[in-house]
């Protein structure tokens, strides 16, 4: 389910564009993805980064830090739709629900 970056990435002009354009990238999360984030960024909240913790926590597990939900937006964005290039200024986001290890997600951007 992980959807790797295409293997050819072009870049869509500004000018090309069309409203209602849309491209997607689905990934599923993993405990990987769980420790290479907390990793990276240093956040090592435990309910994102620690195993025994997180599984008496609030969601009985680790769950996706938002903010590697945020960058799968930036994939798309800087690989799909526009493409290569691309340095968008603004987003907000909203979490419904948690992200847990195995669930799929979908992050995808639509001109509007």
């Given at each position: ?90 987003q907000s986001l ?11 997600v979908s992050a ?5």
């Amino acid at each position: 389910m992980n959807d790797p970056t295409p293997a050819s990435i072009e870049s869509v002009p500004f000018g090309a564009l069309k409203i209602g354009q849309s491209a997607c990238l689905q990934r599923r999360f993993t405990h990987d993805d769980a420790m290479a984030f907390a990793a990276i960024s240093g956040d090592l909240n435990p309910a994102v980064a620690d195993e025994d913790y997180a599984r008496d926590a609030r969601f009985h597990g680790l769950v996706a830090n938002g903010m590697w939900l945020a960058a799968l937006v930036g994939a798309v964005v800087g690989t799909r739709l526009p493409g290569p290039g691309t340095i968008y200024l603004d987003q907000s986001l909203r979490f419904l629900h948690p992200v847990s290890i195995g669930d799929e997600v979908s992050a995808c951007v639509r001109v509007a």
